[in-house]
Nanobody, 132 residues
Framework: QAQVVESGGGSVEAGGSLRLSCAAR????????MGWFRQPVGKEREGVAM???????TIADSVKGRFTASKDNAKNTLDLQMNGLKPEDTAMYYC??????????????????????????WGQGTQVTVSS
């Protein structure tokens, strides 16, 4: 369907910044959701930032005010600017998009769930490690 590639991860000290980039190519829904998600070691995957098919941006409360998402619809790219990084931001960060379905939601939990089948194209992930 679609291929998703993430880049920009790395190691940084607390308070530092990173910019993650995501590029999707191939078959993508006309009005896709596209977002960044993360999974800390030993914990469940959680939503970080998402842009839905109408352009609505949803930012997780835990990163609001520190992270911003910027989507280029023409290029099918989504950047995540991460400022004021904290150790608890340490995780594998994944980008995903909708290969088959248009998507209009602000609900991270629903869109990630296998029941929805919406986010069916995922990247391999990029590691972000924030030291104290």
């Amino acid at each position: 369907q679609a291929q998703v590639v993430e880049s920009g991860g790395g190691s940084v000290e607390a308070g530092g910044s990173l910019r993650l980039s995501c590029a999707a190519r191939g078959n993508i829904a006309d009005r896709p959701c596209m977002g960044w998600f993360r999974q800390p070691v030993g914990k469940e995957r959680e939503g970080v930032a998402m842009v839905d098919g109408s352009g609505i941006v949803t930012i997780a409360d835990s990163v609001k005010g520190r992270f911003t998402a910027s989507k280029d619809n023409a290029k099918n790219t989504l950047d995540l600017q991460m400022n004021g990084l904290k150790p608890e931001d340490t995780a594998m960060y994944y980008c995903a998009t909708s290969a088959r379905h248009s998507c209009f939601t602000r609900n991270f939990t629903w869109v990630m769930g296998p029941q929805s089948g919406i986010l069916n194209s995922w990247g391999q992930g990029t590691q972000v490690t924030v030291s104290s």
